[in-house]
């Protein structure tokens, strides 16, 4: 008898995904697409209709209104799903009630993102981080999860094990929160002397919505090969290359998870540490995808999420991506009107743009470096290489009566003060111009 084929995975989970906005709120997404594109993120099926409700003030109870609740349960018999993906944000209550009244899980926007992360997190601080906004995130719905062994009305005999379970769930969950919090302390004070450290070369960042093409830009401009896919949160994890610019300056450039609009702000505080060592880059490109019908909203959401980040930063370029797939180029324009920001055009899929970021780039750096002529022995093989290992000369002179070299360079502060020290007596250095932002080292 022959054995019917198993599937090697198991089948995707059904989902019917619904939500609420605020009838008078006209800028945000009517569609539900992006959670649409958060459950593909998850591996997950959509079935049945979208379903959204326009409410002036959402129910403290269900979220929804009495008629649309009882809507969605007509679908829910309907199509059988194994969940339902609610996009917003719901209090313990509300996830109770509306599981009594449809009889189905209830994934709410904070639940679905942080699964998504909990999938991509491959490095252990990205996995303390998802941990500790899961653990944050359950903390006040325990009570959900321990109802069978609730205690009832007090009678006699109806106190069961349920509060002393919870009480030394919470007790536990307190003592994990705070060895999480701990933990992920010294992995961001490590972090911070390794961004320290590197003082030597100048740091780029790339910030941006999720799916907004960084990853592809990084490889793009440091031929390196991380992992790049259409899909929401690909990247979790920070990723820092070498960027060799045209006129030979070495950077170093980070990429790192993307922004969301309504993200969790636990989701945003337990990833503080990695965002943190992007924001402390010497220069921050904000990466946009000119393509997205509302790319105009992503960028305010990323706005938004650095000004939460830090009152003080705000992106030094920004770059609008995917411009190959932009029909209407009078579009790009419109991004980017009322924004004081310098702008490139680009297209990381092409390289189409590439050149003028690089020269945008060196631009900027320019204004932070400080232009040193540093004269040598011909012998001095030693500093020689470790100046053209920062930096292209923008000349070389020598004089061979004095058998001396004399190169003229642009140094970051850090490594003009390196070379300094490190530098045999016979070696002098010559300020020719300071940095324009930021005085260099005397």
């Not at 995904?17 to 992006?34: F, Q």
């Not at 924001?279 to 909203?297: F, G, P, Q, T």
């Amino acid at each position: 008898m022959t054995r019917l084929p198993q599937p090697t995975s198991p089948p995707k989970e059904r989902v019917l995904i619904v939500g609420l906005r605020h009838a008078e709120a006209g800028d945000l997404d009517e569609d539900l697409s992006e959670a649409e594109g958060l459950v593909a993120a998850a591996e997950a099926e959509v079935v049945g209709p979208r379903i959204l409700q326009k409410k002036q003030w959402p129910d403290p109870a269900t979220l929804f209104g009495r008629g649309k609740v009882d809507e969605i349960k007509h679908e829910i018999d309907l199509f059988q799903p194994s969940a339902v993906v609610i996009d917003n944000d719901l209090s313990p209550a509300q996830g109770r009630n509306l599981e009594k009244a449809w009889g189905v899980r209830i994934i709410d926007r904070s639940e679905l993102i942080l699964d998504i992360f909990a999938r991509r997190a491959r490095t252990r601080q990205a996995r303390l981080q998802v941990e500790l906004a899961q653990t944050e995130y359950l903390a006040p719905r325990l009570r959900r999860m321990w109802t069978h062994l609730e205690r009832m009305e007090g009678a006699i005999g109806t106190r069961g094990p349920g509060e002393t379970q919870l009480e030394t769930d919470k007790r536990l969950m307190k003592r994990r929160l705070q060895d999480l919090r701990a933990e992920l302390a010294e992995i961001e004070r490590r972090k911070q002397r390794q961004v320290r450290s590197r003082t030597d070369v100048y740091t780029v960042g790339l910030v941006g919505y999720t799916n907004a093409g960084k990853s592809t830009l990084l490889n793009a401009l440091t031929g390196a090969d991380e992992f790049v896919a259409d899909m929401l949160f690909a990247t979790l994890d920070t990723r820092t290359r070498q960027w060799r610019l045209k006129d030979g300056r070495t950077v170093l450039l980070s990429d790192t998870v993307g922004f969301l609009r309504r993200l969790p702000h636990h989701l945003v505080a337990s990833f503080h540490a990695t965002l943190e060592e992007t924001l402390e880059a010497d220069l921050l490109l904000h990466v946009v995808d000119a393509s997205h019908h509302e790319a105009a909203l992503q960028m305010q959401a990323v706005d938004k999420v650095l000004r939460t980040l830090s009152a003080h930063t705000r992106a030094d370029l920004i770059v609008l991506n995917k411009i190959d797939r932009v029909p209407e180029p009078l579009a790009l324009h419109w991004l980017v009107a009322e924004r004081s920001t310098e702008s490139v055009w680009v297209s990381a899929a092409t390289g189409e743009g590439l050149e003028r970021l690089d020269a945008a780039v060196a631009a900027r750096l320019d204004r932070r470096s400080v232009t040193v002529d540093i004269t040598m022995p011909a012998s001095e093989g030693r500093l020689d290489a470790a100046v053209r290992k920062l930096c292209k000369p923008l000349s070389e002179t020598f004089d061979e009566e004095q058998s001396m070299r004399t190169l003229r360079v642009r140094l970051t502060d850090g490594a003009f003060g390196n070379l300094r020290r490190g530098a045999p007596p016979e070696v002098s250095f010559a300020v020719v111009q300071r940095a324009l932002e930021g005085a260099p080292l005397d």
